[in-house]
Structures are given as C-alpha cells and as structure tokens.
C-alpha cells in the first residue's frame, strides 16, 4: 500500500503504535489520562522512607521525586523533604528554593513550622515538597549545640499539616552526618537506591552499620525496606551481575522493577520536573511507575509502614 502523503510503500500490518514512537505516545496517553494510571490503595498509616546511600551519583534525588510523582499519579498524597543542600528535588519538583524562602533549614532549627515550609508542586495537586536552600549546608554546625539534634525532623513530622500525607520521602544528601541521622531518626524505612555499576555495594556497608546504630540508640523501628536498582544497562553482562549479586545480598527487598539508564532520567531535572512529566512515555518514567506501584503494592501485603 502506498502512502499518498510521501508516496513510499508502507505494509498493511503497520500500525503507529508498532513504531518506537507511536509505542511511547501511547503509553503517555495512557499515563497521561485521568485515570489512566489507575490508583493504589492508601497505606494504613502515613509511610516515612528515608533514600539513603552514601555514595553519591547513584540516583537518590531521581528516585525520591520519580517515586514521588508516580504515587501521586495514583492518586496518593506525597509529600518529599529535601534534606540536600544542593536543592536537586526541589528543583525537579519545581519548588522555590531560593535563599529566603522557608525551608527545612528553618524545620531543623525550631525557625519554621510545617505548614510555613510546605510548598505544592505545579506539577500535581497531590505534591508537596519541603524545599532545601543553601543556606542548609550549615546546619550540619549548627546542630550539633542544639538539644535533641538527632530528633528534630520526627518533632516536626508530628505537625497536624501532615496528617492526610500518605508517603513521606526524606532525601538525604550523600553523607552520614547530622543531616541524614535526622533522616534516619524520622523515618521507619530506608530505601537505598544501588546502581548496577563497579563498586555497586561501596559504601552501603557502612550506611547499614550506621542504621543499625540508629536503632540501637535512637529508632528501634528504623529498618531496610526497600533496595532499588538504578542505571541498569541491559546490553551489558557487568549490570545482570550486579543485579545478581544484590538480589543475592538483600533478597526480597530488592524491587523487582530496575530503573533504566536513560537520557529522558538525565535531562528532566534540568527542565524542573520529573521524567513522568518530561516524557510519560519514555523506559525510565515506565519504569518509576512500575516502581512506585510495586513500593505500594508490597508495603500493603508486608505492612511495612
């Protein structure tokens, strides 16, 4: 059959949803729609998971406003503390985070409340984000004369402004100092974000002896839920190894959905969104729903909230 427009041969069989493109467009159209993400049960009670990993560059902040943008798509509140003084969630998640503004800087030392430093992603009526300014890279001095330094986040947790807020990501800067012990005091989960790269497990070592000193003194539920694979590359033996290898260290708390490596992941944040609006039909946004909803799905069987 010929096509009048360009006057080439096209097959009969060929439909644009067979095209690379016309397969995204029609997943986007699917994500896209009112419902068409389908929704997820709410939690029993609101779930505080801290995404912690030492080591930096292995997709912390993309997997805290990814996973956060696909539970709100569902049709869940969620709300992401940034605890980076660099700010990348806030930016992704199109937050105001210039100097100034009410931020978890002003959270940690008693300056601001909750419902003073929550601000509402344009990107969803379901997201909420406390912002991080510059101004949070000296907290960390700041902290250590106050008193109850390790329990600050968890006193304004409690605030009455949270209490419809469903999931709660804490995204800590790749350290263990103060900022990331008020992560990990606050929360009842770790989620650690582990790329399919050489030294995939350098530093997750030391992060677990950290977590389990916070349960011995400070937070007895505190608890590794979730492993998450990132930039896995499915062309290359080296990333089925060590897919493998952490599969066989952690088990079943590895989600079985593995987060791509992928330029649409990469290129989002630089436009202040996340990839599910960037391009809802791309691997990595498929991938961070199908993420999302297994989190969901998985802490309503195990109840682990």
Known sequence: MTNPDTGYQVSRGTRDEDTPIGAAAKRASQVLTPGGAGTLPRPVERRVLTIANQKGGVG??????????????????????????????????????????????????????????????????????????????????????????????????????????DYVFIDCPPSLGLLTVNALVAAREVLIPIQCEYYALEGVGQLLRNIELVQAHLNPQLHVSTILLTMYDARTKLADQVA???????????????????????????????VLDYDPGSRGAMSYLDAGRELAMRGARKGNR
Do not use: W
Request: proline share 6%; glycine share 6%; with cysteine.
């Open 60 to 165: 912390k902040t993309t997997s805290a406003v990814n996973l956060a943008a696909a539970l709100a798509l569902h049709g869940l509140r969620v709300l992401v503390i940034d605890l980076d003084p660099q700010g990348n969630a806030s930016t992704a998640l199109g937050v105001d985070h210039r100097s100034g503004v009410p931020s978890s800087y002003e959270l940690l030392l008693g300056e601001a409340t909750m419902s003073e430093a929550i601000a509402q992603s344009p990107h969803s009526p379901n997201l909420f984000c406390i912002p991080a300014t510059i101004d949070l890279a000296g907290a960390e001095i700041e902290l250590v004369s106050m008193v109850a330094r390790e329990t600050r986040l968890k006193k304004a947790l409690a605030d009455p402004v949270v209490e419809s807020i």
């Open 244 to 274: 493998a290898e952490v599969r066989n260290h952690f088990g079943d708390r590895v989600l079985s959905s593995a987060i791509p490596r992928s330029v649409k992941v990469s290129e989002a944040p630089g436009y202040g969104t996340t």
